[in-house]
C-alpha cells in the first residue's frame, strides 16, 4: 500500500510536468526523488531559484546567491532590517557659457519666447560621429504656433575654461510642435542616423495639413530620414480602417528583425483586447509601412491595454526577443501581465509572435495608481542574471512611486526595498518618467528620475548609482540641486563622466569626482587599515587591527583585475606589476574599502 501510494504520488508529479504550458507554474512544482527502498525526499522550490525550501534563506523571492550581508539567517532580498545603500556625493563644478539655447532657436520662431518640454524627454547620441555627445531635443514656443518650431541637435566646445554651444542641425517642424522626445536611431536602411517623434494632433484649420500628414490630423508620427542634403520627411500612414490607429497610447521604435533599420510600433485603444500595430521600412515605396498586428489575447472580455514594450535578450541565446506589457482592467483593480515572445532563426532572425510566453503577472489599485501614456515610465534592466521590470506608477495630481518586480521570480517579487532601502519607499517623485545611462562610466547603468520645476523638495535625490547590486542615491554639493529640473546629462568635456545642464537657470556644471559615504562597518574597516610604503616599488604592506581581512584584490586604473590575494595579507609583492596607478579593494567578512597606491 505504502508503495501504492508512493507511486502515485510520482505519477501525478510527472503528469503535471509533462501538461505543464507556464514556466511561472512549473518552476515551484515539487519533486520527488524516490530511491530503491522506496524512501522518498519531496524538494520544493518556490522561488525558483535552485535552492530548496528547506534550507533557503529567502525561499519566496529568487536569490540564487543566498546573500545574507548581517548574517541573521535571512537572505537579504527577505530582510526587512537590510541596511539602506549609501549615499554618493557628486560634486560639481559650475562653467561659464558664452551663449544660451535661446540665443541659437530664436531666429526659429516667431516672438523670441522660446519654450520645450524637456521633461519628457531627449536623446543624447553621437549624432555626426565626431567621437562627441549631441544633444537632440524638440523645441517650439509657449505659444504653440503651426508651422513654427524644430529638432535641434547641440554640440558642446570648452576652451579656456568657457563652454560654447553650437546648433548644427536644425530640423523645421512645418506643421504642429509637440511635447515628446525625439527618438534618434537607424530607421531605414543607410548609414545615416534618423529621427522620430511621435507626435501630437493637429489644431490647425482642416485641410491646411501639409502632404506628408497624408490626409489625417490625428497623430500623425514624424518620420525625419537624413539625406545628403538634409531630411526627407514622412508620416506614418493612419487611414487604414479609417484611422483605425489614430487613437493611441504609445509610439516607439523597436527591433523584430536582424536588419539595421528599427521598426515603429504603435499601441493602440483597443476597448476589449488591446492592439499593437508595427511598421516595419520598405525599401520600394522608401516609407515605413504596415506589416503586422498583435492582440494581447483573442478574445475580449476584460478591458485590456498594451502598456508597453522593449527588446531583450530573454532566454541568452544571441536571438533579440520582445518583451510586452499590458493591463487587464477588472474593476478598479488593474492586473498586469509581462509576455515574452521569442527571436527565431529562419531565413534571418525575427521576432516568432506565436511563441507568446506569460512570465510575470501582478496587480495595483487602479482608482489610485496608473501608467501615464507617451513618456518613458516603464524599463528593463538585466541585474546580477536577472531581469527587473522597473514601473513609474502615477496618481492623478502628478506624484509617482517607481516599483520594481523581479521577472526571475515566479512569483514576479516586488524587490524595491531591497534595490533602493526603506528610505526610497517613501520619496514622492514626480510623475515625468524614468531612463537609464552610465553616470559614472563604470559600465553598469544608473537611474535618471526625470523632473520639472514643480518638483517636491522632499525627493531631492534624482539619480541613483548602480553597485553591487543595488542602487544609492546621490546628493550634489550645491544646495538645492536636483529637485527643480529638468537636467539635462551629457559628457561635455569628453572625460568619461556625465556633467548636467540645468535649464531652469540656464548654467552648466563639470563633475569634479563621486565620493561615497562609508556605512558603519566600512568606518571600522577604514580606521583599522593603514597601507605603507605609497609609491611602493616592490612590496606593500597592509597593517589592520581589530577586524579580519578575506580578501585583497588589485586593478588597473582602467578598471582591470591585476591580482587577488586570499591569504598573507601583511606583505604583498608588486614587484612585477608594471609601473602606474592601482587600485586596492580590500574586504573584510562585513565590508569593503578601497584604496590607491602608485607603483614605481
Known amino acids: 500500500m505504502i508503495k501504492d501510494s508512493l507511486i502515485q504520488k510520482f505519477l501525478t508529479i510527472l503528469i503535471l510536468h509533462t501538461m505543464c504550458l507556464s514556466s511561472i507554474f512549473c518552476q515551484s512544482l515539487p519533486v520527488i526523488i524516490v530511491n530503491q527502498n522506496f524512501n522518498y525526499t519531496s524538494l520544493i522550490d518556490t522561488d525558483g531559484d535552485g535552492v530548496n525550501d528547506d534550507v533557503d534563506n529567502c525561499p519566496t523571492v529568487y536569490n540564487p ?3 545574507d550581508i548581517n548574517e541573521n ?5 527577505c530582510d526587512d532590517n537590510f541596511p539602506d545603500p549609501r549615499v554618493v556625493n557628486i560634486n560639481l563644478t559650475e562653467i561659464p557659457s558664452e551663449n544660451s539655447f535661446s540665443d ?6 516667431i516672438n523670441n519666447d522660446y519654450y520645450t518640454m524637456f521633461n519628457q524627454g531627449y536623446d543624447i547620441i553621437d549624432f555626426d560621429n565626431d567621437g562627441k555627445l549631441d544633444y537632440v531635443t524638440m523645441f517650439h514656443e509657449s505659444e504653440r504656433y503651426i508651422n513654427k518650431a524644430g529638432i535641434g541637435v547641440f554640440s558642446f566646445n570648452i576652451d579656456n575654461n568657457k563652454l560654447t554651444i553650437d546648433l548644427n542641425h536644425v530640423i523645421e517642424i512645418n506643421g504642429e510642435p509637440n511635447a515628446n522626445a525625439p527618438e534618434v536611431k537607424f530607421l531605414n ?11 501630437g494632433n493637429y489644431h490647425g484649420e482642416n485641410g491646411t495639413q501639409p502632404d506628408f500628414y497624408n490626409g489625417t490630423s490625428n ?6 530620414y537624413k539625406t545628403d542634403n538634409g531630411f526627407s520627411i514622412d508620416s506614418l500612414d493612419y487611414t487604414n480602417g479609417g484611422e483605425k490607429y489614430g487613437n493611441t497610447s504609445l509610439q516607439k521604435s523597436i527591433q523584430i528583425d536582424e536588419d539595421k533599420n528599427h521598426e515603429i510600433a504603435i499601441l493602440s485603444y483597443d476597448a476589449s483586447r488591446g492592439e499593437m500595430a508595427i511598421y516595419d521600412y520598405n525599401d520600394q515605396s522608401n516609407r515605413h509601412e504596415l506589416v503586422n498586428e ?3 489575447s483573442a478574445s475580449g472580455n476584460l478591458t485590456k491595454k498594451f502598456n508597453d514594450l522593449h527588446n531583450l535578450f530573454y532566454n541568452d541565446d544571441d536571438l533579440e526577443d520582445l518583451l510586452t506589457l499590458h493591463v487587464e482592467k477588472n474593476g478598479s483593480v488593474s492586473n498586469y501581465k509581462v509576455n515574452v515572445y521569442y527571436g527565431k532563426q529562419n531565413d534571418q532572425v525575427q521576432i516568432d509572435f506565436d511563441s507568446k510566453e506569460l512570465i510575470g503577472e501582478f496587480s495595483e489599485d487602479g482608482s489610485i495608481w496608473a501608467i501615464a501614456e507617451n513618456e518613458e515610465f516603464t524599463s528593463i534592466l538585466k541585474l546580477d542574471g536577472r531581469y527587473i521590470l522597473f514601473i513609474q506608477y502615477v496618481k492623478s495630481d502628478g506624484t509617482a512611486k517607481l516599483i520594481s518586480y523581479d521577472l526571475s521570480s515566479p512569483n514576479t517579487n516586488d524587490i524595491t526595498n531591497y534595490l533602493f532601502g526603506k528610505e526610497f519607499l517613501t520619496t514622492k517623485l514626480h510623475g515625468n518618467g524614468h531612463y537609464w545611462i552610465d553616470v559614472d562610466n563604470d559600465e553598469d547603468l544608473d537611474l535618471i528620475i526625470e523632473t520639472s520645476d514643480q518638483y517636491a523638495v522632499d525627493g531631492k535625490n534624482i539619480i541613483y548609482i548602480q553597485e553591487s547590486g543595488r542602487f544609492h542615491p546621490v546628493k550634489f554639493n550645491i544646495e538645492d540641486f536636483g529637485f527643480r529640473g529638468p537636467y539635462i546629462f551629457i559628457d561635455l568635456n569628453q572625460d568619461d563622466k556625465y556633467d548636467v545642464i540645468d535649464h531652469s537657470s540656464g548654467k552648466f556644471y563639470i563633475t569634479d569626482s563621486f565620493d561615497t559615504q ?3 562597518d566600512d568606518e571600522i574597516l577604514d580606521n583599522s587599515l593603514k597601507l605603507y610604503p605609497n609609491p611602493v616599488t616592490n612590496i606593500l604592506t597592509i597593517e589592520f587591527k581589530n577586524v579580519a581581512i578575506s580578501k585583497v584584490e588589485i586593478y588597473s586604473i582602467l578598471g582591470e583585475k591585476i591580482k587577488e590575494i586570499n591569504s598573507n595579507f601583511g606583505s ?3 614587484d612585477k606589476l608594471p609601473k602606474g596607478i592601482y587600485i586596492i579593494r580590500i574586504y573584510s567578512e562585513k565590508s569593503s574599502i578601497i584604496r590607491k597606491t602608485i607603483k614605481m
Open 73 to 77: 539567517g535571512i537572505g537579504d532580498y
Open 572 to 574: 604583498i609583492t608588486t
Open 104 to 109: 541659437l532657436v530664436n531666429p526659429y520662431l
Open 518 to 520: 562609508l556605512s558603519v
Open 65 to 67: 546567491s543566498q546573500e
Open 189 to 199: 536602411n543607410d548609414d545615416n542616423l534618423d529621427v522620430f517623434i511621435p507626435t
Open 294 to 296: 498583435v492582440f494581447t
Open 219 to 224: 497623430r500623425p508620427d514624424f518620420l525625419f
